[in-house]
């Protein structure tokens, strides 16, 4: 790479250029002018004093728009996004799944935090913000190697108006909800999300739903909805998003559409056909995935609902009952739909650090104890902050829905540093790996989807449904968001045993016109940080 020429500050060279649009891949070079696509085509002879960065025997495609993320307090914790970068990253959409740090009244601000222990792997990281715009300005100073577009959580919402209420809003709480989500559509937010298998989210009714859809459709937002069930009852969950979508007139997003339990294989074609009624009815509707048959979540979500209620403090104490416990199992006899060799301890807290990358039957071994107990028993020590590692889902219902026209991919995962505390424990490897391995096992290997589609699900489409103008697309004016890899070579190597190991195949990743990583090798700080908060 040299330096100097008029015009260009940026040529990317001699590559194959897959726009996001779905359009035919073609030979051609791009040019970068002031952050910006200035040019593409044949540009060899243009700027020949320009930076340029040889692409040849490459795809050159927009960076990856992340659609669903949850790097809302790691990116505070260091804002280089290195998971992220490294696989090809150039946009986020976080405060997904009802989680997020706003509104942040200081009345609200201990249970908004405890809310959040899922995402929040850093306790050096102080919260100094109370609305959006404060929030925004603690990025800034953080510096961001990527850009950043918030949702606003429900959970946070709720917090602010009703604290760990198990129970529907009334109709005051129900505005106050209203206006603090309407202040911050008027700072700027995309969108809100919901977590309806979180508390205090998960007793939210109807009417407080369709009020939020409402002020989504208002303000033409997104409404990005973690369903209530992802299980037995997955079919009805997708019923209640699309009700409210329908009675509210909102663009609906439904987050990371799979199904867990084997006895539930299969229902996720008919969830899809649901959606695609839906859609032929009118109704603005949109899927997210990532490429994996296991999730991540809090242990502590796999309780009954009930047990969940007022969130962790409530949770340890009802576990201290054993009247409470036994009614846990009683119920887990009809409710579970795994196994607990299927639940891998991901992260816990210190004294439990023998119990990760363990099944929880494992662990049960270990502590010559009923798996049951164990599951308590580790939530019961350490709250909403033991993470686990679900597995039991279903290749083909994965590969139903990243066959879908509405498919957009969202990687669920954190912007971590892989010797940080953000990757404390065994994290989900799909915060290092998701698009690599969409490009490697499913495009190449696979032969599932072309380049041209896989690359549209990763950037055009999630830039769309969150509406990001001048991102997702390689045009001329739109944003310098640059991935540039190799189809031959791509592939994930983050793994469930060591998550947090770099992809192969990633070339380099431009943002904002700078290049952040070139010939394979991340520049560290070299480029600056370049990112941004991204407003509707």
Known sequence: MTSGGPGLDLVVSGGTVIDGTGAPRRRAD????????????????????ARRLDATGHIVAPGWVDLHSHSDLTLLSDGRAISKIGQGVTTEVNGNCGMGGVPLPPSAAELTRASNATIDPDPAVVWRWSDLAGYAAALADAGLAINSAPLVGHLPLRISVAGEAARPLDTGERAGLVRALEACFDQGAIGVSTGLMYPPAMSADRDELVAIGRAVARHDRLFAVHMRNYSDHLLDAVREALDVARASGCRL??????VAGRRNWGAVPRALELIDAARAEGVDVGVDIYPYVAGSANLSQLLPGWAQDGGPAAIVERLASPGQRRAIHDDWRTSLFFGWDEIEVSSAEPGLEETLGLT??????????????????????????????????SEDDLRAVLEHELTSIGSDGLAMDP?????????????????????GRYVREAGLLTLERAVAMSTAVPADRARLAGRGRLVEGAAADIVVFDAETILDRATFQEPTRAPTGIAAVIVAGRPLIAGGRRLDDDGGRPGTVLFA
């Open 360 to 393: 929880v039957e494992a662990v049960a071994e270990a502590w010559s104890m009923d798996a049951g107990e164990t599951a308590l028993e580790l939530i019961a020590r350490s709250a909403n902050r033991v993470q686990m590692v679900a597995y039991g889902r």
């Open 253 to 258: 997003q439904v987050s990371h559409l799979a």
């Open 419 to 439: 010797d940080g505390p953000t990757s404390a424990g065994r994290p989900h490897p799909r915060s290092f790996g998701c698009y690599p391995r969409l490009f």
């Open 30 to 49: 791009v040019g970068v002018a002031g952050g910006r696509i200035a040019a593409i085509g044949d540009l060899a002879l243009v700027a020949p004093g």
